[in-house]
């Protein structure tokens, strides 16, 4: 199995085939796990689902040393998207051996408390730092809803309304089913490396991926089998001598990596300059007409929830009249 790019030069008299580097065959029991292999192709156009309705859900993830911000963004939504509102927290070290953390996260309304399991993961790709722990989440979520939002406990959404132009473009096809409103290498090559682009905006810097908001679709299938593989191999989403942080000039392959950030948006990128030569209404994450443009949102790291706030009053199950 490899990931490859149909690639048109020569005013499209020209097509070359380029694929990266084969991922190993074992892998294929986890695409079947999730049941994002080929042989499940998603044939029918599904409905864009939304906050309230029963096939959409809110998703994150934090270990003990994030549990204050996992309570401020538990609060936050349920104060935004209402107290019946289905959010799925999974535990990623630490919290559901703590009988105090426990005792907050099961005061939360709709709340579906999962605990990790690491061990579907190949070890060299259990560090928490590699994010494959991610892109396994937002695979077994996509087996069981239609629509959901993954959010990192850092996330500060200002206001819910502006979510719905991103649903309503999703649903008309406007836009592509994997939407990053905020701001790999040898194995998924990106196509600004093999072909010159008249518009060089298809390779401004990588979006983040703490704010994801995926619908289920063959586009999403697709990207999140190559997003699997990769996420199972070591030399993909962490290879050796990468480097988190940008150097200058940034010329140098492996510098400004952020695993699960820059393997899906490496995919989102060449999928959407696929999609766009097919479809010429079609609006890249670029495109200034791009509905998560209107979105408002911040990033509020290591923010807790204003101590005059009642936690448990603010996500309690509503009150029947």
């Given at each position: 199995?490899?990931?490859?790019?149909?690639?048109?030069?020569?005013?499209?008299?020209?097509?070359?085939?380029?694929?990266?580097?084969?991922?190993?065959?074992?892998?294929?029991?986890?695409?079947?796990?999730?049941?994002?292999?080929?042989?499940?192709?998603?044939?029918?156009?599904?409905?864009?689902?939304?906050?309230?309705?029963?096939?959409?859900?809110?998703?994150?993830?934090?270990?003990?040393?994030f549990?204050?911000?996992?309570?401020?963004?538990?609060?936050?939504?349920?104060?935004?998207?209402?107290c019946?509102?289905?959010?799925?927290?999974?535990?990623l070290?630490?919290?559901?051996?703590?009988?105090?953390?426990?005792?907050?996260?099961?005061?939360?309304?709709?709340?579906?408390?999962?605990?990790?399991?690491?061990?579907?993961?190949?070890?060299?790709?259990?560090?928490?730092?590699?994010?494959?722990?991610?892109?396994?989440?937002?695979?077994?979520?996509?087996?069981?809803?239609?629509?959901?939002?993954?959010?990192?406990?850092?996330?500060?959404?200002?206001?819910?309304?502006?979510?719905?132009?991103?649903?309503?473009?999703?649903?008309?096809r406007?836009?592509?089913?994997?939407?990053?409103?905020?701001?790999?290498?040898?194995?998924?090559?990106?196509?600004?490396?093999?072909?010159?682009?008249?518009?060089?905006?298809?390779?401004?810097?990588?979006?983040?991926?703490?704010?994801?908001?995926?619908?289920?679709?063959?586009?999403?299938?697709?990207?999140?089998?190559?997003?699997?593989?990769?996420?199972?191999?070591?030399?993909?989403?962490e290879?050796?001598?990468?480097?988190?942080?940008?150097?200058?000039?940034?010329?140098?392959?492996?510098?400004?990596?952020?695993s699960?950030?820059?393997?899906m948006?490496?995919?989102?990128?060449?999928?959407?300059?696929?999609?766009?030569?097919?479809?010429?209404e079609?609006?890249?994450?670029?495109?200034?007409?791009?509905?998560?443009?209107?979105?408002?949102?911040?990033?509020?790291?290591?923010?807790?929830?204003?101590?005059n706030?009642?936690?448990?009053?603010?996500?309690?199950?509503?009150?029947q009249?």
């Amino acid at each position: 199995m490899s990931y490859s790019l149909n690639i048109q030069t020569n005013n499209k008299l020209t097509e070359n085939i380029i694929s990266g580097r084969r991922f190993d065959c074992e892998h294929l029991q986890i695409l079947n796990k999730y049941k994002i292999a080929d042989n499940y192709k998603i044939q029918q156009k599904i409905t864009v689902k939304r906050p309230g309705n029963e096939r959409f859900t809110f998703v994150t993830g934090a270990s003990k040393d994030f549990f204050p911000t996992l309570r401020k963004l538990l609060y936050l939504l349920k104060q935004k998207f209402g107290c019946s509102q289905k959010i799925i927290g999974y535990d990623l070290g630490g919290i559901s051996e703590e009988k105090n953390m426990m005792e907050e996260l099961n005061s939360v309304c709709e709340l579906e408390w999962r605990k990790f399991d690491w061990s579907i993961m190949p070890k060299d790709v259990l560090s928490p730092k590699a994010f494959s722990w991610k892109i396994h989440i937002l695979a077994e979520i996509f087996t069981q809803y239609d629509t959901f939002i993954w959010m990192d406990t850092s996330i500060n959404l200002e206001d819910a309304k502006y979510l719905d132009p991103i649903f309503e473009a999703i649903e008309n096809r406007k836009i592509s089913e994997m939407v990053f409103p905020g701001g790999m290498f040898t194995y998924i090559p990106i196509l600004t490396d093999w072909i010159k682009i008249v518009n060089q905006k298809w390779d401004i810097e990588m979006y983040d991926a703490n704010f994801i908001i995926l619908h289920k679709s063959e586009y999403t299938r697709n990207l999140l089998k190559w997003a699997l593989l990769c996420a199972a191999t070591k030399q993909c989403i962490e290879p050796d001598g990468s480097e988190l942080y940008c150097i200058s000039p940034r010329t140098t392959i492996g510098t400004c990596h952020r695993s699960d950030q820059s393997v899906m948006g490496i995919l989102n990128v060449n999928s959407e300059y696929k999609r766009s030569l097919l479809d010429k209404e079609f609006i890249p994450h670029f495109h200034p007409d791009h509905p998560r443009r209107k979105s408002r949102s911040s990033v509020q790291r290591r923010e807790q929830l204003d101590r005059n706030l009642d936690f448990k009053k603010g996500v309690a199950c509503c009150q029947q009249k």
